[in-house]
T-cell receptor
Framework: GESVGLHLPTLSVQEGDNSIINCAYS??????FIWYKQESGKGPQFIID?????DKRQGQRVTVLLNKTVKHLSLQIAATQPGDSAVYFC??????????????FGRGTSLIVHP | DTAVSQTPKYLVTQMGNDKSIKCEQN?????MYWYKQDSKKFLKIMFS???????INETVPNRFSPKSPDKAHLNLHINSLELGDSAVYFC?????????????FGPGTRLLVL
């Protein structure tokens, strides 16, 4: 079946390095993608999103890249800080019944930042 | 002020019991959700309500019954709890169900069935 998944379950980086978290999706009908951050003991929190008609979007210290050809999404975090340590999820959206867009989450990647 | 709140935060109970989890959002959103997160952190949607009406009902056992008394509340009642129900349950809300609507998650309810 079609699904959203992640290449790496755990990513360890040194403070100050750049981090790249990858996500593969297989549903070509998906036209909207979101990255969430989940800190320990908390619920997921929106980071950044991107529409399928874009291939790059930048936020504060974060950049999302979308490659529709290979159905790949990545989240780049610049100058990673200890506070970035969390589980990161990608999610895809596509139109459903009644025009509702309900996100489907992929498996998370645990980012560990070493001071 | 907490945007999306859930009670209780922790719930430890015996197999076969019936329990409820409550969720409230003060964001004025029209849409609310229940997600289940397993031990491997996989998040799966269970239910979604829009303006108090059920719009999403994924393959969830009948033992799970959501109730939305008003737009700000979405409760989850679970009958005859089983060991496999142990998980973290997240409530979320969004303004609507459009493509660009952002979901806001609650802090989660950690359910342990013994």
């Amino acid at each position: 079946g079609e699904s959203v998944g992640l290449h790496l379950p755990t990513l360890s980086v040194q403070e100050g390095d750049n981090s790249i978290i990858n996500c593969a999706y297989s549903n070509s009908a998906s036209d909207y993608f979101i990255w969430y951050k989940q800190e320990s003991g908390k619920g997921p929190q929106f980071i950044i999103d991107i529409r399928s008609n874009m291939d790059k979007r930048q936020g504060q210290r974060v950049t999302v890249l979308l490659n529709k050809t290979v159905k790949h999404l990545s989240l780049q975090i610049a100058a990673t800080q200890p506070g970035d340590s969390a589980v990161y999820f990608c999610a895809e959206k596509r139109g459903g019944s009644g025009g509702s867009y309900i996100p489907t989450f992929g498996r998370g990647t645990s980012l560990i930042v070493h001071p | 002020d907490t945007a999306v709140s859930q009670t209780p935060k922790y719930l430890v109970t015996q197999m076969g019991n019936d329990k409820s989890i409550k969720c409230e959002q003060n964001l004025g959103h029209d849409t609310m959700y229940w997600y289940k997160q397993d031990s491997k952190k996989f998040l799966k949607i269970m239910f979604s309500y829009n303006n108090k009406e059920l719009i999403i009902n994924e393959t969830v056992p009948n033992r799970f019954s959501p109730k939305s008394p008003d737009k700000a509340h979405l409760n989850l009642h679970i009958n005859s709890l089983e060991l496999g129900d142990s998980a973290v349950y997240f409530c979320a809300s969004s303004q609507g169900t459009g493509r660009a609507e952002t979901q806001y998650f609650g802090p989660g309810t950690r359910l342990l069935v013994l």
